[in-house]
């Protein structure tokens, strides 16, 4: 038989018990995060139909995903992202869903795309949504569990050099710029597919780009211009006041000063992001530093993406929050908990003969809530301790051929202290 190829897939990753342990310990942030602000967990099967994707015509995602026929011939996708599926959900509940909703999910995506520090052809990650709630109170709320979790994680939130910060706009700041040069319909995703790459392709490109598309080299320039518009006073020299987009960020800053994070907030019309489906806010979290160039987590409106999969519209508005990145940025600042096995007992059987009661001790442990190990590997004393100390273990329990003929167990406490006293093997019930 030939040899299995032992590396995983290209752009996957494996995870070993102290990855997994990183792992649990996020996901359990953001769940407590999530349950704070009163959201309730969902999930879906990995599999969707592959015209959940397809249909938003214009975005990349549809060039990314992992999509074959299956035995019954039907097309199918490996999720790429959630919110399809959340929408699906909805559609198939209707009337019975009492809105608005509050729902979570750590779904795991995969996309075809190129591997790179950041970014991986799969990944997990924390995504909210409120369904049925229209006005930038839902964004606000958002946006303050998104500072919820990073305050736990140890990074500076504060006024003072704040280790991140989240680009803030809006689609209908130049949704309706757009309509003033002509750009409306099934043209305004697709200009916004392109200049949501300006970042990567310049400026150059991107006026290239958009003149394929029958854009100008005028009206390019001129939307070049907008996009690099930053400051709500600056936003508001630049379109009219009665802009809705324009009126959204203000409400939206409002909000964010009676949370308290409006200084962590930069109102940047250059965010655009790619998919289609975006209608209102759109946001992303960035590393202050610049260290890492990929956003953290991206969010934003999406009130007719419904419509689209032929339902009523309906207010939603949500984000997803990526495990790469924000796992990346906390090893790199040490800012990741040391994770041990969180074992409270060893049980050593100093011989086979001794089995027997390590069992029936580390049972009755069990029974007590703790979290036991039996070590029946019958090595050396020393190499026994080095393990239970490694695995983090708060006690060790010897038992020999002389401990079970007086009745006790030696019980040995790990750590700095190193303390020793032997406690009746009545004590366990035997």
Known sequence: MANIELQSVKGTRDFYPEDMRART????????????????????CVLEHEELYIRKAGDEITSQLYNFTDKGDRRIALRPEMTPSLARLVLAKGAALGLPLRWFSLPQCFRYEQAQKGRKREHFQWNMDIVGLAGVAAEA?????????LKRTGLNLEADKPD??????NRQVIQFFLEGLGITGDK???????????????????????TKLGVSSEASVRIIDLLDTSGLEQVAAKVPADNPGLIALQELMSLAQAYGFAHLICIDLSVIRGLSYYTGTVWEVFDATGAMPRAIAGGGRYDKLMEVFGGQPTPMVGFGFGDVVILDILTERGLLPTFTRGIDDVVYPMSAT??????RVATFLRSEGRKVVVDYSLRRFKHVIERAEKDGAKRLL??????VRDGVCVVRTLGAERKEEKIPLSTFGI
């Open 141 to 149: 709320e958002l946006i303050a569990a998104q500072v919820a979790f």
């Open 164 to 169: 991140v910060v989240w680009k803030v706009s």
């Open 398 to 403: 010897i038992i020999g051929g002389n401990e």
């Open 188 to 210: 305004f995703p697709a200009v916004c597919v392109i200049i949501d790459k300006r970042d990567k392709i310049g400026n150059e490109a991107t006026i290239i780009e958009l």
């Open 354 to 359: 001794e089995f027997t009661v390590a069992t």
């Open 25 to 44: 310990w996020l996901f359990s942030q953001w769940r407590e995060v999530a349950s704070q602000f009163g959201y309730e967990e969902y999930d879906v």
